[in-house]
């Protein structure tokens, strides 16, 4: 059974990089072809796809958050990462690492989601 487990700062100020790490256990992210995403949900609102890294690498982005956002890999510690820059408070959401079967599947395996608050 994989697990994800979201972990990374709380709390962020404003214009800095937001960096969260995606620890995976059950399950490589190398294999194929499983598709490695982020995601988030603001206070009160819905959620929102912010990218994806696939199992050879490959990344692909929310067009509205393209550029801001990168999301890198260690396979060496079977973790994902996300760093969003340049935050503001309509950043502050509930950030979730999921897995999906494909690139266009849905994502059926989710973290707990870790809270992240963009204030000075």
């Known amino acids: 059974q994989v697990q994800l487990q979201e972990s990374g700062p709380g709390l962020v100020k404003p214009s800095q990089t937001l960096s969260l790490t995606c620890t995976v256990s059950g399950g490589s992210i190398t294999t194929s072809y499983y598709a490695w995403s982020w995601i988030r949900q603001p206070p009160g609102k819905g959620l929102e796809w912010m990218g994806v890294?696939?199992?050879?690498?490959?990344?692909y982005y929310s067009p509205s958050l393209k550029s801001r956002t990168s999301i890198s890999r260690d396979t060496s510690k079977n973790q994902f990462s996300l760093q969003l820059s340049s935050v503001t408070p309509e950043d502050t959401a509930v950030y979730y690492c999921?897995?999906?079967?494909?690139?266009?599947?849905?994502?059926?395996?989710w973290g707990q989601g870790t809270q992240v608050t963009v204030s000075s």
């Open positions: 999921a897995r999906a079967p494909t690139l266009v599947g849905i994502s059926n395996y």
């Open positions: 890294i696939v199992w050879d690498g490959s990344t």
